[in-house]
Structure formats: structure tokens, C-alpha cells
């Protein structure tokens, strides 16, 4: 099946600076992937949609100078948390869909100390 | 407003026997629905799907039943093995514009199997 990876799988950082984060599909090209986070014990909660070329559309309550992303091309989006507090801390998935079916990155814990 | 909800946050189950994973959505424009399952600190892997068409869809020993009346699934395990304890997520898509669907999740149910 499609694969999509993600990187990196783990991340400690200070308060204040920033952390990028890759998605890549790896076998299929996607127009639009979407980035999730999840905090513990509860669900998958949608961030945004990454739509290739264009700007991505951001859930309500989600800061879009906060959670940047980026999506350069087909197989390829970066969301980037600038400026990163405590409260970032969290686990971070994207996903890509070919052919209907939605497949995940490993996901990202990000850690803000 | 939860649209896809899954009351029990956890179900304990002996090896061999069946698990009943349940599942129950409010929005009626949901047109596909799946299950993943996930294990701590890893992104959710795809089980299995059924679309709005079909009542029921099976892969070895998984089964999905949708009741649309009822707006309920269930993901049903046959027979449960050890490895199947991981914490699994029913989610839910409707027609966006374009041709991106969202997926809608349920807050998962932790699944133990026991040996």
C-alpha cells in the first residue's frame, strides 16, 4: 500500500524556537495531505489541510502564524511550530490520501521544555 | 458537537473470542467510514473500510457492519488475538468541495486482549 512518511519521529525543543516537520509520500503523489494532533488519551483532531500550491485552510481555534505549513510539492509538506511553548507539546500525524484511502506518518512527538 | 462518537473507551476481551469495537455518527452526509488502529506513539494504521453503499465488509478477521438507519458501525475481530490490544479509531468522510475528503475520528476505543 501507499506509504507516507514522516519525520522527525521524535523531537525535544526549548520554549521559543521553532521545529519543522516533514511529510513525504513516498510512492504516490498528493495534492492535499492533512495534519492532525492528538493529545493524550483523546482523538485525532484536524489542524489543517495542506493543499499543494496554495494556502492551507486551518481549523477554527488553530493559529495559523503559529503552525505553519508548507506544501512545495506533490510529495511533500512541512508544517513548522514557530515560537514553541509547553503547550505545543503534543503527538503530531499527517496523512495523505491516494485513491480514497487516507494513510498516516508515524507521527511526531514534539516535546517543549 | 462530536460527530462520530465511540462510547466505550475500553473493552477487555480473552484470546479466541470475539471483540465488538462500536461506533455511532450524527452527520448524514457521511459516505465512507473506517477503522484504524493504533499503537503508542505511531500513527494509526488502516484496518478496514465500508462505504455508505454496502452493509457490511470483511478481511480476514475483520468484519465492518454499517447500520446507515441507525447511523452505527462495528468493527468486529474474529478471533482476537494479543497483538490486536492497541487503541482503535472509527473515522468518517463526507464529500468536501474538491476532491479532499476530511476525516472525522472518533475518540477510540482502547482494546485489550487478553491472553
Known amino acids: 500500500g501507499a506509504v507516507v512518511s514522516q519525520h522527525p519521529s521524535w523531537v525535544i525543543c526549548k520554549s521559543g524556537t521553532s521545529v519543522k516537520i516533514e511529510c513525504r509520500s513516498l510512492?504516490?503523489?498528493?495534492?492535499?495531505m492533512f495534519w492532525y494532533r492528538q493529545f493524550p488519551k483523546q482523538s485525532l483532531m484536524l489542524m489543517a489541510t495542506?493543499?499543494?500550491?496554495?494556502?492551507?485552510?486551518?481549523e477554527q481555534g488553530v493559529e495559523k502564524d503559529k503552525f505553519l505549513i508548507n506544501h512545495a510539492s506533490l510529495t511533500l509538506s512541512t508544517l513548522t511550530v514557530t515560537s514553541a511553548h509547553p503547550e505545543d507539546s503534543s503527538f503530531y500525524i499527517c496523512?495523505?490520501?491516494?485513491?480514497?484511502?487516507?494513510?498516516f506518518g508515524q507521527g511526531t512527538r514534539l516535546t517543549v521544555v | 458537537d462530536q460527530q462520530v462518537k465511540q462510547n466505550s473507551p475500553s473493552l477487555s476481551v480473552q484470546e479466541g473470542r470475539i471483540s465488538i469495537l462500536n461506533c455511532d455518527y450524527t452527520n448524514s452526509m457521511f459516505d465512507y467510514f473506517l477503522w484504524y488502529k493504533k499503537y503508542p506513539a505511531e500513527g494509526p494504521t488502516f484496518l478496514i473500510s465500508?462505504?455508505?453503499?454496502?452493509d457490511k465488509n470483511e478481511d480476514g478477521r475483520f468484519t465492518v457492519f454499517l447500520n446507515k438507519s441507525a447511523k452505527h458501525l462495528s468493527l468486529h475481530i474474529v478471533p482476537s488475538q494479543p497483538g490486536d490490544s492497541a487503541v482503535y479509531f472509527c473515522a468518517a468522510s463526507a464529500l468536501t468541495s474538491g476532491s479532499a475528503r476530511q476525516l472525522t475520528f472518533g475518540s477510540g476505543t482502547q482494546l485489550t486482549v487478553l491472553p
Open positions: 510512492d504516490f503523489q498528493a495534492t492535499t
Open positions: 465500508i462505504s455508505s453503499i454496502k
Open positions: 496523512s495523505a490520501r491516494d485513491m480514497g484511502e487516507a494513510f
Open positions: 495542506s493543499n499543494e500550491g496554495s494556502k492551507a485552510t486551518y
